[in-house]
């Protein structure tokens, strides 16, 4: 009677714990299955080739005029004004500056051209490293990722005050789009970022 009680009770045990066992197991594929399926429900914009050679022609102005690393700062520069709203700007016009400043469009195609020639010309880490963060959406730090890249090329021993007044909300940031870029801009703007 001990023995059948014993090997009923170890059958129940085996039981339970496997019935455990299979719902946790179907719980994790569950979740797996679920955290998958939200992955590939964000799509991300692919860049092509055309829009990579439109790209081109936009820092086209500032390669034939800088060397080696400079293209990724003044390209990174520029792009970041148009998130980035300064201390004494006036109708997008920044202070000390040339009105004639080129305004590249804060897009995933330009963000792509900028990393293949970073890769391509072995560009400084910190500037690789930003554009992988913003090519991935990551725009959490903008006013951080800005002055990171300013002080690439600033004298170390001359610590200077940001000249960030704020970043721009969506809707601003959609002003300054259409005053540049025009409606062709706004619609790129929503195929790479919304």
């Known amino acids: ?45 692919k860049v092509s080739q055309a829009e990579l050679d439109k790209a ?32 004494g700007e006036e109708n997008y016009h920044l202070p000390n500056t040339s009105d004639s400043i080129k305004r590249i ?23 690789q490293k930003i554009l992988d963060k913003w090519l991935k959406g990551d725009f959490s730090n903008l006013e951080n990722d800005y002055l990171t890249i300013r002080n690439l090329k600033s004298d170390p021993t001359q610590p200077s005050e940001s000249p960030v007044l704020k970043v721009r909300t969506t809707e601003e940031e959609q002003k300054y789009i259409q005053h540049f870029f025009g409606e062709n801009g706004l619609q790129i703007n929503k195929k790479d970022w919304q």
């Open 105 to 127: 469009q804060f897009d995933r195609a330009n963000l792509q051209y900028l990393k293949n020639r970073a890769v391509n010309l072995k560009a400084s880490e910190p500037y």
């Open 1 to 45: 009677m001990k023995k059948i009680l014993i090997v009923a009770g170890f059958g129940l045990a085996l039981v339970i714990g496997g019935s455990y066992a299979i719902l946790s197991y179907e719980g994790d594929k569950i979740e797996a299955a679920t955290t998958t399926k939200h992955l590939v429900t964000q799509p991300v914009h």
């Open 56 to 87: 081109a022609k936009n820092f086209y102005e500032i390669e034939i005029n800088v060397k080696g690393d400079d293209i990724f700062y003044y390209g990174m520069i520029t792009m970041a004004i148009q998130k980035l709203e300064f201390k």
